[in-house]
């Protein structure tokens, strides 16, 4: 099965699920769905997350399994957690963007309203 592309490969935008389809009894759902932070991950990323609950949560099991430093491992796990606090600040900091754009006259209220449907008020 094909990996899930969560950024648009033109525009580098986010990209939201817009259809579910169950392959027992062929039911589609159509709307929006929000594709969880870890999954907007680098695939890199995923592996190390998957491998560190594997080894669960123990950093030195981590360190022995990828035959790295322990200090290496924490720090590729600090790296991780703030790439995750990216992720999940990124749509606040779009929302803002759009209101300040609105405030400043250089979006029209009907343009805002778009614009933060499209990142999900």
Excluded: W
Aim: with cysteine.
């Amino acid at each position: 099965m094909a990996k899930i592309v969560v950024r648009c490969p033109s525009c580098e935008g986010d990209l939201h699920a817009t259809r579910l389809a169950c392959e027992t009894c062929g039911t589609n759902l159509d709307g929006q769905f929000e594709i969880p932070p870890l999954l907007k991950l680098r695939p890199d990323d995923l592996a190390f997350v998957t491998a560190f609950v594997r080894a669960s949560g123990s950093l030195k099991e981590m360190a022995k399994i990828i035959g790295i430093s322990y200090p290496t491992v924490r720090n590729r796990l600090d790296e991780i957690i703030r790439n995750l606090d990216v992720i999940e600040k990124a749509p606040q900091k779009r929302r803002h963007a759009i209101l300040d754009a609105l405030e400043a006259g250089k979006m029209t209220a009907e343009d805002a309203e778009k614009a933060l449907r499209k990142v999900g008020l």
